[in-house]
Each structure stands twice: as C-alpha cells, then as structure tokens.
C-alpha cells in the first residue's frame, strides 16, 4: 500500500510541474519539460536514499516556480526572471555526471530564445 501512495506522490509531482511549465515562455517550457521527463525517467529505479533528495529537491523546484509564477501574474513573461541561483553548498553533493548535466543545462537555457523551432498553433478550427 504505501508503494502505490509513494508511486501517486511521485506522479502528482511530476505532473504539477509540467502543468506549472505551461506558464513559462515557450523556449524555456520546451527545455524544462525535456529534462523533467528524463529525470523522473532516470529516478524509477532509483535507491530508497537518493529518492528522498529527488523528492524533495523537485519539490523545492515546484514551490520556487509556483512562487515566481503567481509573482509574475500580470507582468509581461519576456520581463520575468524564473530560477533561482544554485548555493555553492549543494553543489558538493552532486556527483560529476550532475554537474556535467547542470552545466549543460545553463547552456542551453541561456542560448537566444529562437533555438527552439516550436510555433504555438494559430489554427482556428
């Protein structure tokens, strides 16, 4: 029983942030639904330890973006500043395969906006 309360907690998370991702500028969207769905795909068969630091740093994450989205209600998205800065402290927990991924991952979301050749859908029905 407490596994499949383990497996809708997980999933309400997952889905919660993807939900939040929708009010994102459409580049930065695609990017973060991206890696959402990889990580939550890397974690299934994750350790009992390592689950709980996923948790709860995805948790984090969803409360942060929460908190600047409905700070931003009203306000133009191209103005808008979402993230947060990274505290030196968690960066000695990650291992190098994370921090390769975190790298990466400033990378592409400080590249222009136009990397992303995805158009929102001007077809009326």
């Given at each position: 029983m407490a596994a499949s309360a383990h497996v809708a907690h997980v999933r309400a998370l997952y889905k919660r942030i993807l939900v939040l991702h929708r009010f994102l500028p459409i580049h930065l969207r695609a990017l973060g639904?991206?890696?959402?769905?990889?990580?939550?795909?890397?974690h299934k068969s994750a350790a009992p330890e390592e689950v709980t630091s996923f948790m709860a740093e995805w948790q984090?994450?969803?409360?942060?973006l929460q908190t600047q989205i409905l700070e931003s209600k009203?306000?133009?998205?191209?103005?808008v500043k979402f993230g947060?800065?990274?505290?030196?402290?968690?960066l000695k927990n990650f291992q190098d395969e994370q921090i390769g991924q975190l790298y990466e991952l400033m990378l592409e979301s400080t590249k222009p906006n136009n990397q992303f050749n995805i158009e929102e859908d001007t077809f009326s029905k």
């Open positions: 639904d991206q890696y959402v769905k990889e990580e939550f795909r890397r984090n994450y969803k409360h942060t009203g306000q133009q998205l191209s103005s947060a800065e990274l505290a030196e402290g968690h």
